[in-house]
């Protein structure tokens, strides 16, 4: 017989508890707590989360069905729907945020940075977006966003490099994007890449300010006043590289400084981007690749609305949305964390979905992964006939 530990087990071992129980004594989490502690919680989310259960009642159900296992699994022994919402409705949501931040912190540490973002070794590369989580007014009444309609913004700063997101924030519908601006503290030397949504000239000079450098697209309607161009090749797609100064009244109040706009053609989209920028040093077809890396957070935000619980949500209230919110993050970056440091080649898809159906197996999780990886592997002779 099998002694090992359960996949579920050995997944959550990539997590430090005694960093989550700093933050949970920070606001007194487990206060007036005998049994189901915060972080009996924890892994009962995470564990919702990797089995992609659709409600908190669906959740607790199938973990009920598996009592003898909750010892081994480290969930406790008091696990009951009315337990967890309560839990959710009532313990602090900044207890999973400070610890998915300190979880970020390790990854973005351990994470081997993209080889194509290789030239900029010594900037840290942050794209900047928000999305938006539609929700049922009726249920959802304090996310405010249209008449008939509720939702959430989550407002991310993503690490391009590493591709973890490093900073989350979550307000309600009505909140624009480009206030996310104003709480980010922006590091020097660091590069922001944005769309024009974010396209705010007194928050712009901010990052200036800051000795930051952000990369975004010119407004449609943005007057200016061309001081000089730069020679370019144009055979490359780059239509020219001017160094430029805003001219409405209000504009140049706002920002009073040089600014660098780009024209590039693109040939594999043939769309042209008119580039916005106060980095002068870059060159145009560097500043043509970090906007093109800022898709990379499309991508983050459809991943983790396809493959985990940030639509559906076991709770009604503000404080269980964050909480649910910040544990999607949380199992995301664990995931990271367990694909890189086992060295598999699989992605993280491949891996959530792996381990969606053996999380109460007992197989070492190395060999899960290993034995998965021999699936995406073509035989060198195949001597399978062909019909044509």
């Known amino acids: 017989m099998n002694s090992g530990k359960y996949v579920f087990a050995q997944v959550v071992s990539f997590i430090d508890a005694n960093n989550f129980k700093k933050c949970v004594d920070r606001y007194n989490g487990n206060y007036k707590v005998q049994e189901f502690t915060c972080w009996h919680q924890l892994l009962c989310m995470i564990f919702g989360q990797l089995a992609n259960r659709d409600s908190l009642s669906d959740l607790v159900l199938c973990l009920q069905t598996q009592r003898n296992k909750w010892y081994h699994l480290g969930i406790g022994k008091s696990i009951s729907k009315s337990n967890l919402a309560y839990a959710n409705e009532n313990r602090d949501w900044k207890i999973f945020a400070d610890f998915a931040y300190e979880l970020i912190a390790e990854a973005r540490q ?3 940075p993209n080889e194509s973002l290789s030239d900029f070794d010594s900037n840290a590369i942050y794209a900047i977006d928000t999305t938006t989580v539609d929700l049922c007014l009726e249920v959802f009444w304090w996310a405010k966003f249209r008449k008939h309609k509720a939702a959430i913004k989550l407002h991310t700063q993503l690490d391009l490099k590493t591709e973890i997101p490093s900073y989350i924030h979550i307000t309600d519908g009505l909140t624009h994007e480009v206030n996310f601006l104003d709480i980010i503290e922006f590091e020097p030397n660091a590069i922001y890449v944005m769309d024009k949504g974010f396209v705010d000239y007194e928050r712009l000079y901010k990052i200036q300010k800051e000795n930051a450098y952000f990369v975004t697209r010119a407004k449609v309607n943005m007057k200016c006043r061309r001081l000089y161009s730069s020679k370019v090749d144009k055979d490359e797609g780059v239509k020219y590289d001017q160094t430029i100064l805003l001219v409405n009244f209000y504009a140049l109040k706002e920002y009073p400084e ?16 008119i580039f916005l920028t106060n980095n002068f040093d870059l060159k145009p077809l560097q500043i043509a690749l970090l906007y093109k890396h800022r898709w990379k957070i499309e991508l983050f935000f459809k991943w983790i609305k396809q493959h985990l619980k940030v639509k559906s949500f076991w709770g009604y209230s503000e404080n269980a949305v964050k909480v649910q919110v910040y544990v999607a993050i949380i199992t995301f970056v664990t995931v990271a964390l367990v694909k890189n440091k086992l060295k598999t080649q699989l992605t993280q898809y491949q891996i959530l979905q792996i381990l969606s159906l053996t999380l109460l197996n007992k197989t070492s999780i190395n060999q899960l992964f290993q034995d998965a990886s021999i699936q995406y592997e073509q035989e060198p002779d195949l001597n399978q006939l062909k019909m044509f």
């Open 110 to 112: 351990y994470i081997l």
């Open 258 to 273: 040089k600014l660098r706009r780009i024209k590039y053609f693109d040939q594999e989209t043939n769309k042209t981007f």
